[in-house]
């Protein structure tokens, strides 16, 4: 299977002076398209720092990052947000959602672009979106006008809008009840089914029972992993029970 990112000997430091803290150390992965990969570890672990790293929001004191062969950490700003807009897809806690425009809109905003006069095929990509993830009916809704469900739907499909060979998430259940939680997790899955390589930021178990790998992370290192194959018969319940004792054996 292709690779999609590869991260190798990554390490971050924040702060200055005596305050400077190394939050990644030397940290390595490989992900293979079309997988479903969750991180999990405690606050401040380096997970979020990760994600931003292997993403390009965030560059890496050392180490190198590879999309689908190219290494990004050595490109410019300019390109590196055209790799963003074209090949990936962004869910965070707190959909950046803006309130001056309906979900609708805010839906096929990073998919407009100013030489474009046919917005049709825009539009219908958006309705299918939206129909997919069950918010066909608040279209013309506002983001204070929605759940925090229905608004972490819309930026799904906002994330899904240019069709992103990989979609990241940060703690994307971390505002929603069980229930949304357990719904939009469904989404995330059916999207992987359909060939999106998806990674995940979480401290939630049963959020992390719905990959096929876990990545354990503590004091910015990888400590142990668990991965299971797509015809393992493993239900989410179970999954979640094997993360729980991972985590207990790794003091986590």
Not at 98 to 113: E, G
Not at 161 to 183: C, H, M, V, Y
Not at 218 to 231: F, T, Y
């Amino acid at each position: 299977m292709k690779k999609i990112i590869v991260g190798e000997n990554l390490s971050k430091e924040y702060g200055e002076g005596s305050e400077r803290r190394k939050v990644l150390n030397e940290v390595s992965i490989k992900i293979e398209q079309g997988e479903f990969i969750t991180i999990m570890g405690p606050s401040g672990c380096g997970k979020s720092t990760l994600l931003s790293v292997l993403s390009g929001l965030e560059r890496p004191e050392y180490g190198t990052v590879s999309f689908l062969g190219s290494e990004i950490n050595k490109m410019k700003e300019a390109q590196l947000s055209d790799l963003r807009r074209k090949n990936m897809g962004f869910v965070f806690q707190q959909p950046t959602l803006l309130k001056n425009l309906n979900l609708i809109d805010n839906i096929m905003l990073p998919a407009v672009r100013k030489q474009q006069t046919n917005a049709v095929p825009i539009l219908e990509k958006a309705r299918e979106l939206m129909k997919k993830t069950g918010i066909s009916d608040f279209e013309e809704r506002y983001v204070t006008q929605v759940s925090g469900g229905q608004l972490q739907r819309a930026g799904i499909c906002r994330a899904l809008i240019n069709q992103p060979d990989i979609l990241f998430g940060d703690e994307p259940t971390g505002a929603l009840n069980s229930k949304s939680a357990e719904e939009v997790m469904e989404i995330f899955s059916e999207i992987n089914q359909q060939g999106t390589t998806v990674l995940l930021v979480t401290h939630d178990a049963k959020v992390a029972a719905y990959a096929d790998k876990v990545y354990f992370m503590q004091d910015g290192h990888i400590v142990n992993e668990i991965e299971w194959l797509k015809s393992d018969q493993c239900t989410v319940e179970e999954k979640k029970d094997m993360i729980r004792n991972n985590m207990k054996a790794f003091g986590i």
